[in-house]
């Protein structure tokens, strides 16, 4: 394990910094930048070329390049050009209503959808199923900008109390902030127990049809035990693995529901820098991300290892 | 093994042996097997029977033909311009505008019809790109392997560290929001999954007897990848592409309604939706009908990506 993991960390580094790469040659070919948004159109070009100056916009691009990778290396992310902040601090600010999304949306996934894909694979052949299927490709169809759209519309319809309008942070009052999160949660949720529902019933369905199976029933264990003890231990391992890939789904999902419901989180981070070539900012947010994303997957495959004690890693890497 | 291909070659051309393979080409040679030549007559009608006993993906190609119809004929369809403003502004469903107007009075039939042609033109022109950006590189990196097939696969690695709509919402930064920057950004962040998928399937086709068979009897690489690999690994293809169009349509619908595709005027599904959210409250059909047509389509391509799934399965099992 210990060496797999080294080996797999080691690997990681060159694909960290090809995303480096390919982070920072995106966001210098956006076309015009913070100087220009910043300034009027008809200040003297002298001012704007001192302020890009002072900024070092105006270094050769690998210069600026190894500037940004060799900060990041010792976690300095650099400052913000348009208030100045330290982009670490900004990004750790609204890293938190993120990730409680994320959570959330996962819970939800993972408790609805695991119970209804056993159940789904226990009526094969039954309507429950037929009803159940087609509920699960209904269910990641949705477009969740749609969802969370229809979420305001019956709130401002029907329940005008309802609060939603004013993000309030978890540590600040749980109720509230769990009220304002029930609906962006729910509109993430809708896709990831429909996606869980969808690999539980297949994975169900596989091991159900295996030999210990037909051993454990032979020998006269009560079904349920069968189904809990023998199937369902074997059959959720590729849900695990599907649960944790779904993560950077799931980060592309924060961009819209948090624009939709107005959650100070890093999908709006990601727009707004974006929209204000705050370059430094784009290039953290960005960073982070898949930073994140790539850390997840690896503890994916850790996990994976840990639950299924067939999967040898050190075999396979040698 | 390239090599060898090489050596054969230029024996060849050494004796003077005129057009060699041609003649074998719709034999089995040798007695080989190769399944894609079996696919033909019957089988195809079997094939076909398969897919559309299952209930759920007749019900898909209905679907999907009518959204094509509704594209391919919105002239005649649509009763109204779908730009041309009337002064009747956020009128309800009445018998001049079967689904009202808008917050411009814009006939929302209309804009649906023609946001159809939108919608399923840039999911259509950008799976395309993928499919093709896939192929070829996919059949590289998995017929060549070594350092090639290494650097094109690391490359998909890196792009595939980013979260889907982050990476998208990057490139339509760069290159600035529009329709064809759109196509292209939406092809080029799927086309990893079809390298990906293209890649394993030759690995694990191009051993196979028939492969080597065409390889002794001198066959070109251009030959053998296109008339040997290429219809052998098409099945999987066809699945991912029609599963993949689906997302694209969200995808698009999702950046034009941040305001990152499609711009207006010009109607596209996630943009009525995003332009209608201010007046919701008021006209709560603008944003009703969009987001039903669109989850609709994206439901019966679905639907229709997995009955062709599950019937390739079986065909391949028996």
Not at chain 1, 214 to 228: D, H, M, P, Q
Not at chain 2, 291 to 313: K, M, Y
């Amino acid at each position: 394990m210990g060496v797999y993991l080294f080996k797999r960390l080691l690997a990681a580094i060159p694909i960290l910094l090809g995303v480096t790469l390919v982070i920072f040659f995106l966001t210098n070919l956006i076309p015009g930048d913070v100087v220009d948004l910043l300034l009027e159109s008809e200040v003297q070009p002298e001012v704007a070329a001192r302020l890009r100056q002072t900024l070092a916009l105006d270094k050769p691009f690998f210069v600026r390049y190894w500037n940004w990778v060799s900060g990041l290396a010792v976690g300095d992310f650099g400052f913000s050009i348009i208030n100045g902040q330290p982009v670490l601090s900004q990004i750790l600010d609204m890293y938190g209503p993120s990730l409680e999304l994320a959570v959330i949306a996962t819970l939800v996934g993972v408790l609805i959808g695991i119970p209804l894909g056993v159940l789904s694979a226990t009526q094969q052949f039954h309507l429950t199923d037929d009803f159940l299927r087609l509920s699960s490709v209904i269910g990641f169809s949705l477009p969740s900008f749609w969802i969370g759209t229809l979420f305001l519309l019956i709130i401002s319809l029907y329940f005008p109390g309802f609060p939603i309008l004013e993000y309030v942070p978890f540590s600040k009052d749980p109720v509230l902030n769990l009220k304002i999160m029930s609906l962006p949660g729910a509109t993430l949720g809708i896709a990831m127990v429909a996606l869980v529902m969808r690999m539980t019933r297949s994975s169900v369905l596989e091991v159900i049809r295996a030999q210990f199976v037909t051993t454990a029933r032979s020998k006269g264990l009560n079904e349920r035990i069968v189904l809990f003890k023998h199937v369902l231990r074997n059959a959720l391992i590729p849900v695990v693995t599907l649960v944790g890939l779904r993560f950077g789904y799931l980060i592309g999902g924060l961009v819209i529901v948090e624009e939709v419901f107005g959650i100070p989180g890093l999908g709006r981070l990601v727009i707004y820098s974006i929209s204000k070539r705050d370059y430094p900012l784009v290039l953290g947010v960005v960073f982070f991300i898949a930073l994140s994303f790539l850390v997840i997957n690896l503890l994916v495959d850790i996990l994976y290892a840990v639950i299924d004690p067939r999967i040898s890693y050190e075999k396979k890497a040698e | 093994m390239r090599s060898s291909t090489r050596g054969f070659r230029t024996r060849r051309r050494r004796n003077k042996v005129q057009k060699p393979v041609s003649q074998f080409k719709n034999f089995n040679v040798g007695g080989i097997e190769e399944p894609a030549r079996n696919f033909t007559g019957w089988k195809k009608i079997l094939f076909l029977r398969r897919l559309f006993r299952n209930k759920f993906s007749s019900a898909g190609l209905i679907v999907t033909l009518a959204a094509v119809g509704i594209a391919l004929l919105a002239p005649i369809l649509a009763p109204h311009s779908p730009v041309e403003m009337s002064p009747l502004a956020i009128s309800p469903p009445s018998s001049e505008y079967p689904l009202g107007t808008d917050y411009l009075g814009r006939c929302l039939l209309s804009r649906i019809i023609y946001g159809a042609r939108v919608s399923l033109g840039v999911a259509m022109s950008s799976v395309a790109i993928a499919l093709s950006l896939g192929i070829i590189l996919g059949l590289l990196a998995g017929y060549y392997e070594g350092a090639l097939g290494g650097a094109i696969m690391r490359g998909m690695d890196i792009i595939l560290s980013f979260p889907l709509v982050i990476l998208a919402l990057g490139i339509i930064a760069m290159l600035g929001p529009s329709m064809t920057n759109l196509i292209i950004t939406i092809g080029v962040v799927y086309t990893p999954t079809f390298v990906r998928l293209v890649n394993g399937s030759v690995l694990s086709v191009k051993r196979n007897e028939y492969v080597v068979a065409a390889r002794a009897l001198g066959s070109r690489d251009v030959r053998i990848l296109a008339l040997h690999v290429l219809p052998n690994i098409v099945a999987p293809i066809i699945v991912q592409a029609s599963l993949t169009f689906s997302t694209a349509i969200l995808v698009e619908s999702a950046l034009s309604f941040l305001g990152m595709g499609t711009q207006p005027p010009t109607p596209s599904w996630g943009g009525m939706i995003s332009e209608s959210r201010m007046m919701m409250e008021l006209a709560p059909w603008t944003v009703i009908y969009p987001g039903i047509f669109l989850s609709v389509t994206v439901i019966g391509l679905n639907l229709l990506g997995d009955g062709l799934r599950d019937a390739f399965d079986q065909f391949l099992k028996n």
